[in-house]
C-alpha cells in the first residue's frame, strides 16, 4: 500500500548535504538539491540529517530534524562535536607511507562501532607497495575489519568502492581520514569534479586560507536512477574520544571481547587488573602490542577529561 492509498499528508523533506551558519542544502526527494534555511537557531542540523522544510514566500526553511541514528561524533576540547547523522557505512582512509597511522584509525573505528555504524579501512596509494604494512593489515583482517587496498592514481580498487556505494542497505557513506592520504582524489574518483566545485558554502579559516572545515556530501550517481550520498569529512589529526565511556572504549577492541571472558574480574578494564587475560594475550602477541596501547590512550584520554 503506499503513501497515497492510505491519505497521509504529504510533507516535503530531505537529506541535509550541507551547513553553514543557518543555510543548508538539502537533497529533495526529487534528486533536486535546494537551498534552505534553518528556521530556529536552536534547530541543531548536520550533514546526513533528515530535514522536515516548507515553502514560504519563494523560501526554503527547515522547520523540524527527525531524529538521527548512526551519528559520528569526536570530542574537542572536552566538546562534543557531532560530524554527521544517519552514516550507513564509514570509509576510514589511510594510505601506504608515512600517513597510515593506527593510532587514529584506530580511534575512528572507536567512534564508528560506539554507534554501531559498520566501517571499513581503505588503504589508498598502495601503488606505493604496502612495505612494513603487511602484519598491520592482517590484523585488522583478523578482527573482522573489511581492508580495501586501492590506488586512486592508478584507479586501482575503486570498483570496490563503487560495490560498498551501490549496495542496497546503503543511502550514506562517509569518508573520514588524516589530510594528505588521498581521501580528495578519490573522492574525484567517484564523483568527478567534487573537490574543485566552486560556489560551495565553505567557510574562510583563521589563518585566511581557503579550506574545507565542514563535512559536506557529495551525490554518487552509479546505474541510471541510483543516487547516493559521500559524506566527505573534514580532514582532522586528532581524533578526540572523551565523550567514550570505557565501555564503549572496551567494545571498540573486538580482539579484546574475545578474550576478556578469561579476565578475573567482569568488568575489568584490562589495565592495572590481576588475572587479566587480554594483558596475557598482548604478553603472548596474541594480541598486537599497539592495538593494545591505541586503546589505553583511549583510556588515558576518557581519565583526563573527567579531571575536569
Ligand atoms: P587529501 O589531503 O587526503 O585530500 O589528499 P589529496 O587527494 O589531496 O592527495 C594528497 C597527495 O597524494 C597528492 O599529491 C596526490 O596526488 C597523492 N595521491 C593521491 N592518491 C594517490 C595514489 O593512489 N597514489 C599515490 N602515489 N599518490 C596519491
Ligand atoms: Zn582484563
Not at 127 to 134: C, P, Q, R, V, W
Not at 140 to 152: M, N, Q, T
Amino acid at each position: 500500500m503506499n503513501r497515497k492509498d492510505l491519505e497521509l499528508p504529504t510533507f516535503l523533506c530531505g537529506t541535509v548535504l550541507e551547513v553553514s551558519r543557518r543555510f543548508i542544502k538539502i537533497l529533495a526527494p526529487s534528486n533536486h538539491i535546494i537551498t534552505g534555511i534553518v528556521s530556529s537557531k536552536n534547530l541543531e542540523v548536520v550533514v546526513g540529517d533528515i530535514a522536515t522544510f516548507e515553502e514560504r514566500d519563494g523560501d526554503i526553511f527547515v522547520t523540524s530534524i527527525a531524529s538521527s541514528e548512526r551519528g559520528l561524533y569526536r570530542s574537542v576540547h572536552g566538546k562534543l562535536k557531532k560530524m554527521g547523522s544517519n552514516i550507513d557505512r564509514l570509509l576510514v582512509i589511510t594510505a601506504s607511507g608515512p600517513t597510515f597511522n593506527p593510532v587514529v584509525i584506530d580511534r575512528m573505528l572507536a567512534a564508528a562501532r560506539a554507534r554501531s555504524i559498520p566501517a571499513s579501512l581503505v588503504i589508498n596509494k598502495i601503488d606505493l607497495g604496502l612495505a612494513g604494512l603487511e602484519e598491520m593489515v592482517s590484523v585488522y583482517r583478523r578482527i573482522g575489519l573489511p581492508v580495501l587496498l586501492c590506488s586512486a592514481k592508478k584507479g586501482e580498487g575503486i570498483a570496490e568502492l563503487r560495490a560498498i556505494l551501490e549496495a542496497p542497505e546503503v543511502a550514506i557513506v562517509s569518508l573520514c581520514g588524516v589530510s594528505g592520504v588521498g581521501k580528495s582524489t578519490l573522492l574525484n574518483s567517484l564523483v568527478p569534479g567534487a573537490k574543485s566545485r566552486t560556489g560551495d558554502l565553505s567557510t574562510k579559516t583563521g589563518q585566511g586560507k581557503q579550506t574545507t572545515t565542514q563535512p559536506r556530501g557529495h551525490l554518487y550517481t552509479g546505474a541510471p536512477g541510483l543516487t547516493k550520498v559521500i559524506v566527505d569529512l573534514p580532514g582532522v589529526q586528532f581524533f578526540g574520544l572523551s565523550h567514550l565511556s570505557h565501555e564503549e572504549a572496551r567494545l571498540a577492541f573486538q580482539e579484546m571481547i574475545e578474550v576478556a571472558g578469561g579476565c578475573r574480574f567482569g568488568d575489568c578494564k584490562h589495565v592495572k587488573e590481576p588475572e587479566c587475560a587480554v594483558k596475557a594475550a598482548v604478553v603472548r602477541g596474541d594480541i598486537a602490542t599497539w592495538r593494545y596501547e591505541s586503546y589505553l590512550q583511549i583510556l588515558e584520554e576518557i581519565a583526563e577529561f573527567k579531571q575536569f
